[in-house]
Structure formats: C-alpha cells, structure tokens
C-alpha cells in the first residue's frame, strides 16, 4: 500500500539527480528532515521553487515508508527571493539551511526546530518583531536551541562553580555549563567566552557574534558532526569567516 503525506516545509537543499530532476531536503513540522525525489525539478520553473529558504507546501509519496519517494510542492512564501540580493543575509540563510540539513536526524520530528528555523527565515527576510534580536544574534541562539533539540542542549542558568547566576562570563566546555569571572578566572584559557546576549542582555559589539559562534560550533562539532566523521559545513565555516572579519 502507498504511502502519502502532506506537511508545512522548509527547503534545505536541492541538488541535481539525473538529467531532469532533483534531490531535496526539505524540513517539514511533521515529519522531520525528510528527503524526496523532485521529478523535472531541474526544469527553469522548478528551479525557483526548490531554493533553499523557500516556504512550501510538499506532498511525499513512496511505496513504502522507508523509500526515498517522490516531492511535489507549492509555494507558500518566496523566502529565497527576498534575501538574495543581501550578501550577509544570504550568508547567514545558506549557513542556516546546510547546518540543519546535516544536523537533523532524518524523519524525525522536530517541531520547535521547525518553528524556530521558520522564525529566523522570517527575520533575514524582514520581518522582524519588536523584541527582535539582530539577525547573526539570532542565527546564534537558533544553533544554541539546535543543540538542544537534538538533546545536548548547554546549561546558562548559574555557574557550575558556585551554583549562582552572578557575572556568567563563561562556559565550560566539558560540562557546557556557565562558568562565573570569579569561579572561571584561574582557567579562563580553557573557557569558552560566553556572549551576554545569550543570557537576555543586548547584543554588543562585534566580537559577541564570533564567541557565540565559537560557542555553538565547539558543542556542534563534538556532539554533532564528529560522531558521524563530518566537518562543519563549509556554509558555516564561510559565515564564521565573515563575521570575524
């Protein structure tokens, strides 16, 4: 017996397959990182559709649950099309969308990630709420709650020295637990700098960016991407590049 299911999606990626179709991973609030076969998605109206970014509504069909099926999909918002002509926008989308096509577990369900990858997209593409971090801030907290919902989630509460929450200036990257400027100050070269918009304050200068992405790519690399043998994604590595610069 077929099987089929319609959902909300996200486009991660799309590559080519074949001469006129393409592979993609999309991010769906149902049923997860789900792959599927795009039939004449190479095609010049296809094309558009299937960008990374992209807000769809998909259609999978397979024989068997456990196949690679087939997508089909319409437009539900042209996210892609509205950050393109931003440079750091886009790199902050493309980053976003390789990170969660390599770090979801395929078919599973993740609806905060889901949401929370929705709420970025929606932010880079200008549509901001008024309690809106700026948008390298946000891409940060989205890896930090990535990490979470894939069960390595980090403990910013107090400091694991002293069990209080005064001056967290630090985090461990043993334990991933906060780390006080008193309790972390003879080991401050082992520490990883902890950004004061991560605990609710307003983002400051620059270099917060880059200890919050040192921050979240320490802990992705070592729960994440190590265990499978995988680097980070060269999208990611790109940003990183960029923010620091």
């Not at 789900?34 to 960008?51: F, K, T």
């Not at 078919?107 to 709420?129: C, I, Q, W």
């Not at 948008?135 to 002293?162: H, K, M, N």
Request: glycine share 10%; charged share 20%.
């Amino acid at each position: 017996m077929a099987v089929e299911w319609r959902d909300d999606a996200i486009v991660l990626s799309a590559r080519p397959h074949g001469e006129t179709s393409v592979l993609a991973s999309v991010l769906t609030r149902a049923h997860g990182r789900h792959p599927g076969l795009v039939r004449g998605g190479i095609g010049r109206a296809a094309r558009g559709l299937w960008q990374p970014g992209n807000r769809l509504s998909v259609t999978w069909k397979a024989r068997l649950a456990d196949h690679l099926g087939t997508l089909t999909g319409e437009m539900t918002d042209a996210l892609a099309a509205r950050i393109m002509d931003d440079a750091g926008r886009l790199a902050l989308l493309t980053a976003l969308c390789a990170v969660a096509d390599a770090a979801a577990p395929e078919r599973e369900p993740l609806p905060r990630l889901f949401d929370d990858t929705a709420a970025l997209l929606s932010l880079l593409a200008g549509v901001e709420a008024p309690d809106s971090l700026p948008a390298e801030a946000a891409y940060v907290v989205w890896e930090l709650r990535l990490l979470a919902d894939l069960g390595f989630g980090l403990d910013l509460s107090r400091c694991a020295a002293t069990g209080t929450n005064d001056n967290l200036v630090y985090v461990s990257p043993k334990s991933g637990r906060a780390v006080s400027a008193s309790a972390g100050e003879p080991y401050r070269d082992r520490l990883l700098p902890l950004p004061p918009f991560l605990l609710g304050h307003p983002p400051g200068p620059a270099h917060e960016m880059s200890d919050g992405l040192r921050l979240t790519g320490f802990f992705l690399e070592r729960h994440v991407f190590h265990p499978r043998n995988q680097p980070l994604p060269a999208a990611r590595e790109r940003l990183v590049g960029r923010v620091g610069k």
